[in-house]
């Protein structure tokens, strides 16, 4: 059973410090130059590399904060984040995205800039978070997919993921998919479905919030039984064991992008970049 959720913070909670104002971002990066979205002391990360772009244009903004954390190497199609700006920031908000893509080097770019709904804030207001896991399901590799698609050599049986991705949506202890994780388990995965393309396909992953790696362990064991190596019975077992070692490994970070997040005050339409 999942613990009792807190009563949300009142708006005032999430109001920027007096003299500022919270601008909403829609951001996309190539993960392959960084250690994931947060700063780090020894790193580059796409956190400081924005705030570096910011400072470039007349600093004092505070570092933006994202809808979530990604790994080494995870990409994102549609990251919404919010930054607190002063008020007297010298570049306008409509020129903010250019001006800021101006300073920000070719892995990452500022898709849309807008004032931010009163109370909003990118990670705590944040309702659903997407991702998408691209396979290049093909006998050769392809150079264009390099780092942006996990090469399978081999036939996957998309219905048998599919079925097996059946059984773990819903609430469920996810430990057995989760890398070192001290938090508690139980999560909601809200959408687990495998679409299959000519070459690539897609696997969409959707839910409020995730497990340290969960994403990556959830893809590596819908592979064993795309692969005909689990069965029902066996990814049951896998997610009642909560024992890492049960379930399939985690695929590489070059495939997973964070592909959108659902808000109060956003139509689902607006939220995600990688439904195709």
Known sequence: MLPSSPSPAPTSAFRPPAGFQRVRLTLAWDGAPYAGWQAQPNAPSVQ???????ARLGGGAFRAVAAGRTDT??????????????????VPLPRLARALN????????????????PGFHARFSCLERRYVYRLLVSPQRHPLWQGRALHVPHALDADAMNAAARLLTGTHDFAAFATQEDRQTVRELRRLEVVPGPEVWAIHVHGESFLRHMVRGLVGTLLLAGQGRLDAAGVQAVLTSRERAQAGANVAAGGLYFAGALYPDAPASTTSRSSR
């Open 48 to 54: 400081d590399t924005l705030h570096a772009a910011c």
């Open 73 to 90: 190497g995870v990409h994102a199609e549609a990251m919404p984040a919010h930054i607190d700006l002063p008020a007297a920031f010298r």
């Open 102 to 117: 101006a300073w920000l080097p070719p892995s990452v770019a500022v898709l849309e800039a807008a004032a931010a709904a």
